[in-house]
């Protein structure tokens, strides 16, 4: 059953960079039709596309976080990360990883098909 | 962007009654929208994609209606584990989500 799970600090100092991986089980990161994606929840916000990355290291970011985030991709070790640089108190929320779909009708992935169940990041001094 | 918004912000419902839940696309996405479901502590789960078509796994109870700019997720009957938050996302023009309607019991 494939699973997804993120790990990383849940403390980052304002300026610093924030940095988690997601571990894919279950699964190759490798599928053909499959990218891998970040999502996260703002406080008072609904859920918020920060970016994703196919296994090949094809990438696409939201523009409003396109100038300090990085995503990677490691399929030796089934996992993907993420890199968020300059972290502000507005950065602290709920970081999820998940599965985003491509179909074959288009050329970008679509929708989320499986998630993991997040985690809190705070940034704090 | 495009901006997805959810109404309403909260809905109490009774068990075994039907929910109604909408969506709203600022602009039209055609049928590219989906539904996902956020249980407390657990994963988000995929409901719904094109609009309509259940995830694998998902019960009947769930249904997706609508195209362009606006959409609703039906639960027909709903039962304990449906209270919960649920949010549409739509993929037309790269991905956006709405705030979540939170579904709890009357």
């Known amino acids: 059953q494939l699973q997804l799970q993120e790990s990383g600090p849940g403390l980052v100092k304002p300026s610093e960079t924030l940095s988690l991986t997601c571990t894919v089980s279950g699964d190759s990161i490798n599928g053909s039709f499959t990218y891998w994606g970040w999502i996260r929840q703002p406080p008072g916000m609904g859920l918020e596309w920060i970016g994703s990355?196919?296994?090949?290291?094809?990438?696409y970011y939201n523009e409003s976080l396109r100038s300090r985030v990085t995503l990677s991709v490691d399929t030796s070790t089934n996992q993907f990360s993420l890199k968020l640089r300059s972290v502000t108190a507005a950065d602290t929320t709920i970081y999820y990883c998940?599965?985003?779909?491509?179909?074959?009708?288009?050329?970008?992935?679509?929708?989320?098909?499986?998630w993991g169940r997040g985690t809190l990041v705070t940034v704090s001094s | 962007d495009i901006v997805m918004a959810q109404s309403p912000a909260t809905l109490s419902v009774s068990l075994g009654e039907r929910a109604t839940l909408s969506c709203r696309a600022s602009q039209s996405v055609s049928n590219n929208l989906a539904w996902y479901q956020e249980r407390p502590g657990q994963a988000p789960r995929l409901l719904i994609y094109g609009a309509s078509t259940r995830a694998t796994g998902i019960p009947a109870r769930f249904s997706g209606s609508g195209s362009g700019t606006e959409f609703t997720l039906t639960i027909s009957s709903l039962q304990s584990e449906d209270f919960a938050v649920y949010y549409c996302?739509?993929?037309?023009?790269?991905?956006?989500f709405g705030q979540g309607t939170k579904l709890e019991i009357k």
């Open positions: 990355i196919y296994y090949t290291g094809t990438t």
């Open positions: 998940a599965r985003h779909r491509l179909t074959s009708t288009r050329r970008r992935p679509v929708y989320f098909d499986l």
């Open positions: 996302q739509q993929y037309a023009t790269w991905y956006t």
